[in-house]
């Protein structure tokens, strides 16, 4: 019995922590993004940095820590599955973006991770149907 039971308090526990990252801010930074068409070929690179801030309630996206050219949002819908945190999994989330001048995009964000390898592919839908892929070099988890 008592092995049993710490069998169940070990599946609990480690259940708790693979979703942990769900609830936190998290800062994801890369080096290089892609620009895609609707085909999904790639139209055009940006090698320099980006980052991608996120949470249950907000979003934030920049490349060279540009605060007057970020995407600005908040969180609509939000999902999150990781079997392995910050390995495998995925997270998504549903977001009116927002450019400085106003303009305002709906967005889905999908933050995927498979082997260690994370990306975020950002589509908005807007007259040019722009689909961004970023790769992930590190992440920083920070309480909201």
Do not use: P, R
Not at 88 to 117: F, M, P, Q, R, Y
């Amino acid at each position: 019995m008592k092995q049993f039971l710490m069998i169940i308090i070990c599946l609990v526990t480690g259940a708790a922590s693979l979703n942990a990252q769900c609830t936190k801010k998290i800062t994801w930074t890369g080096a290089k993004a892609e620009f895609l068409d609707a085909s999904g070929a790639v139209t055009k690179t940006l090698d320099e940095k980006v980052v991608v801030i996120s949470s249950k309630t907000d979003v934030k996206l920049m490349h060279s820590d540009k605060e007057d050219d970020a995407l600005t949002g908040k969180v609509k819908d939000f999902s999150c599955d990781w079997s392995d945190a910050f390995k495998n999994g995925k997270t998504v989330i549903k977001s009116d973006l927002s450019e400085n001048n106003g303009e305002t995009k709906n967005s889905v964000i999908t933050i995927e991770a498979k082997d260690g390898k994370i990306t975020v592919l950002l589509t908005m839908d807007d007259a040019d149907a722009k689909t961004i892929k970023l790769y992930i070099d590190s992440y920083k988890e920070s309480d909201q």
